[in-house]
């Protein structure tokens, strides 16, 4: 991986944790979640006029890719009203990089050398590091419905990892998903969304608006490195995104990690960093 790639996804996982934070801090973060998917719908439908349309044997691909979006949106909303950040985020984007890794070997017949293996294995030991200590904290049930976000989290990105490549434009590929993504979400709010969820999209616009640039940049430059990279790879790496979560949790929204959650996040670091050399 060159060092231009491994910067573009580390900045893809800064995107990624700030704008989680925003869904987390509200008083409803499935609303928020909502709104920050309708809100990278405004931003797609603001630049398609001026892309041209992704190839078409990527169009199935990004289908099913915007069916495992919505999935996600919705796992992640729920997990975060049940359960602290600095649990539910570590655990969900940790866990994706293993289904992707195994997965990935036989779908998009990658191949990966001894050191990204022992990469990957220092995360999932991170990961699963997280989920003993959540077990005897009485987080069973947060880790059980971030895994089946990961589920949906890593679905999603062997999906794209396959469209984005057959795309021939990855800004294309990346705006086309995030307003089709947000189309139903905007289909519910305006049917059934209520005077709660207006009066709630009126406080939080700016957040919704924010949250949505931030999560179409964040994976509009995790799809570009993945024709750059192999998918796992940059699933793993992009996962370096648990770390800034856990520092944004505890600076942001006053949640304390703990000695378990910190080292942690620093065996997934240093599977990240193992990355960069593989």
Partial sequence: ???????????????????????????????????VVIGAGFVAAAILPFVDPPAAASLPWLAGAVVLQVVYVLLLATAYRVADMSLVYPTMRGSAPMIVTAVSIGLLDERLSATAWFGIATIALGILSLALGARRTGGGRGVAIALLTACAIAGSTLVDGRGVRLSGSPVAYTLWEGLLTGLPFLGWAIVFGGARFRAHARRHFVAGLAGGVGTTASYGVAL????????????????????????????????RAGGRRLAAAGLILLGAAVLRAA
């Fill in 1 to 35: 991986m060159t060092a231009t790639v491994f910067a573009a996804v580390l900045l893809s996982a800064v995107l990624h944790a700030g704008w989680n934070v925003l869904v987390k801090r509200t008083d409803d973060p499935r609303a928020t979640a909502m709104l």
């Fill in 224 to 255: 570009w490195a993945m024709t750059q990279a192999p998918v796992a790879l940059v699933a793993a790496l992009r996962e370096t995104s648990i770390v800034f979560g856990l520092i944004l949790a505890r600076l942001v929204l006053g949640e």
